[in-house]
């Protein structure tokens, strides 16, 4: 009676498992909707221009993250692109089709679906020699 027990306890676990990495699974796959990756964005622009800018055309949007230069910290500058997130899985729709037209500061940006785990920096695998030089020649003893 108890190994049984034991077993119900398991299986109930097990379903309970199962049910949270659904609904985690069914959360991202939601995100993935709302969330779009815009690239060409120019340097010196903010993220307060370009939630006002796509919010005028496309929908509420509730969040959006630029990806900082870190060769240059504190400056606010951008790395060129970013990650939006709309409130409904249409605006952002909306947003990625309209993609050739949409224009900030004179640039035309690119959007697309996106997810910034894949967009994230991966280390260089190129090796790269370090700079030495070599005076090559005869030594000639100095009198």
Do not use: W
Request: glycine share 6%.
């Amino acid at each position: 009676a108890e190994k049984r027990k034991s077993r119900v306890d398991d299986d109930l676990q097990h379903e309970r498992r199962k049910e949270l990495l659904k609904r985690k699974g069914e959360e991202q796959e939601r995100d993935n909707q709302l969330e779009v990756y815009v690239g060409n964005i120019d340097y010196c622009a903010s993220a307060e221009e370009l939630k006002a800018l796509l919010e005028n055309e496309y929908g509420q949007v509730n969040k959006v993250d630029l990806v900082e230069d870190k060769r240059s910290p504190g400056s606010g500058r951008s790395k060129g692109y970013g990650f939006v997130t709309f409130d409904s899985p249409r605006s952002a729709a909306d947003a990625i089709n309209a993609s050739p037209s949409v224009i900030l500061r004179g640039r035309t940006l690119r959007i697309r679906t996106g997810n910034p785990k894949k967009f994230q920096h991966r280390p260089s695998t190129k090796m790269e020699a370090p700079m030495m030089s070599f005076n090559v020649g005869v030594m000639k003893d100095r009198q």
